[in-house]
């Protein structure tokens, strides 16, 4: 069973900076969207950034200009890098890959934003 394996979550000032990655433990093929979720306390989970394998990218109004998704095809890896950071972006963020009809979700990493 293929899982996606997320890193780079942590606790960060705001206006501060964070890389997160997202990777399969294993091979997955005709993989096309790739994507950043999240799910903030006490609220659904949202859309934060997709990007398809043509790199056609899709980011959420209130992410726009701070946060960049970005990924490496050779490597399927999925990257969302997080600047100018808000109390507002804490959330559990998830990964999400569409291969085919297969929908691929990580675990979840957690980011905290605090003074």
């Known amino acids: 069973q293929v899982q996606l394996v997320e890193s780079g979550g942590g606790l960060v000032q705001p206006g501060g900076s964070l890389r997160l990655s997202c990777a399969p433990s294993?091979?997955?093929?005709?993989?096309?969207?790739m994507a950043w979720y999240r799910r903030p306390p006490g609220k659904e989970r949202e859309l934060v950034a997709s990007?398809?394998?043509?790199?056609?990218?899709n980011a959420a109004d209130s992410v726009k200009g701070r946060f960049t998704i970005s990924r490496d095809n050779a490597k399927n890896t999925v990257y969302l890098q997080m600047n100018s950071l808000k109390f507002e972006d804490a959330a559990i963020y998830y990964c999400?890959?569409?291969?085919?009809?297969?929908?691929?979700w990580g675990q979840g990493t957690q980011v905290t934003v605090s003074s």
């Open positions: 999400q890959v569409v291969a085919g009809w297969r929908l691929y």
């Open positions: 294993g091979s997955i093929s005709s993989i096309n969207v």
């Open positions: 990007i398809t394998s043509s790199g056609s990218i």
